[in-house]
């Protein structure tokens, strides 16, 4: 399931990588609500062949941390490799855990918990993007 218009009002485009469908529709929405473009990935394959077609374009990706198959530090990593200054929400239903904390350690990214409200979603991207 992917978006590829990667024209908005802004020209700013947000990646929304997420397993649970609910979550990529109700993000997209809140995300095109703020007026970001948004392209969405199911999965961390798709979320790095996505990335690596549109790297200039994305502004900020906005990642699940817990994921089946490949996990988000690992999809994490990958994004890093083809832009190491890649800014990255982490997103999770859990609070911060260990692997949340070493990814987040590096710098250039945030975290916010699931489920969020489009004011403290639009407060961390605010954050990330003004660093």
């Known amino acids: 399931m992917q978006h590829d218009d990667t024209q908005s009002a802004g020209g700013s485009t947000i990646l929304l990588v997420d397993d649970e469908d609910v979550v990529l ?10 007026h970001y473009a948004v392209l969405k990935a ?10 690596a077609r549109h790297p200039d374009q994305v502004v900020l ?18 994004l ?24 987040l350690a590096p710098g250039g990214c945030g975290f916010i918990q699931k489920p969020f409200s489009i004011a403290a979603l639009t407060q961390k991207i605010s954050e990330l993007l003004l660093k």
Not at 42 to 51: Q, V
Not at 80 to 103: A, C, F, I, M, W
Request: net charge negative; hydrophobic share 40%.
């Open 25 to 34: 529709e109700v993000g997209a929405r809140m995300l095109e609500k703020l």
């Open 42 to 51: 199911e999965n961390g394959r798709d979320a790095i062949a996505l990335f």
């Open 61 to 78: 990706v906005i990642l699940d941390v817990h994921m089946p198959g490949m996990s988000g530090g690992v999809v994490f990593e990958e």
């Open 80 to 103: 890093r490799k083809l832009k190491p200054n890649v800014k990255v929400l982490l997103t999770s239903g859990y609070g911060p855990d260990l692997q949340t904390q070493e990814l």
